[in-house]
């Protein structure tokens, strides 16, 4: 069992950059891999973007592509997103989670997920 603990999230302004951060409880993290996802009052949960286990690929929802990047740190155990030129419309709870399979890309299916960080971006 991996724990995913998010962190980093708050009120920003339009324009502003934030970047959250994903922190995993396994040093088995380092062979998953990870996704951020975000789901925003009243809509569904939907896909932001993914980072293999080594973080040589990656893979974005193609709208947010140019303004976000995930990375991750396999010595810290952590996943990043590094959020630029925030609109009002990417206010939502930012989730984290982990494909359990052994060095696989794509995900597939996310097998544990953190509990989500808020982000507000205000106008």
Same mark, same amino acid.
């Given at each position: 069992?991996?724990?995913? +603990?998010? @962190?980093?999230?708050?009120? +920003?302004?339009?324009?502003? @950059?934030?970047?959250?951060?994903? =922190?995993? @409880?396994?040093?088995?993290?380092?062979?998953? =891999?990870?996704?951020?996802?975000? #789901?925003?009052?009243?809509?569904?949960?939907?896909? *932001?973007? =993914?980072?293999?286990?080594?973080?040589?690929? &990656?893979?974005?929802? #193609?709208?947010?592509?140019?303004?976000?990047?995930?990375?991750?740190?396999?010595?810290?155990?952590? +996943?990043?997103? %590094?959020?630029?030129?925030?609109?009002?419309?990417?206010?939502? *709870?930012?989730?984290?989670?982990?494909?359990?399979?052994?060095?696989?890309?794509?995900?597939?299916?996310?097998?544990?997920?953190? %509990?989500? &960080?808020? *982000?507000? *971006?205000? @106008?």
């Amino acid at each position: 069992q991996v724990q995913l +603990v998010e @962190s980093g999230g708050g009120l +920003v302004q339009a324009g502003d @950059s934030l970047r959250v951060s994903c =922190a995993a @409880s396994a040093r088995t993290f380092s062979n998953y =891999a990870m996704g951020w996802f975000r #789901q925003a009052p009243g809509k569904e949960r939907e896909f *932001v973007a =993914a980072i293999s286990w080594n973080g040589l690929n &990656t893979h974005y929802a #193609q709208s947010l592509e140019g303004r976000f990047g995930i990375s991750r740190d396999n010595d810290k155990n952590t +996943v990043y997103l %590094q959020m630029n030129t925030l609109k009002p419309e990417d206010t939502a *709870v930012y989730y984290c989670a982990a494909d359990r399979r052994f060095r696989s890309w794509p995900p597939l299916h996310y097998d544990y997920w953190g %509990q989500g &960080t808020q *982000v507000t *971006v205000s @106008s």
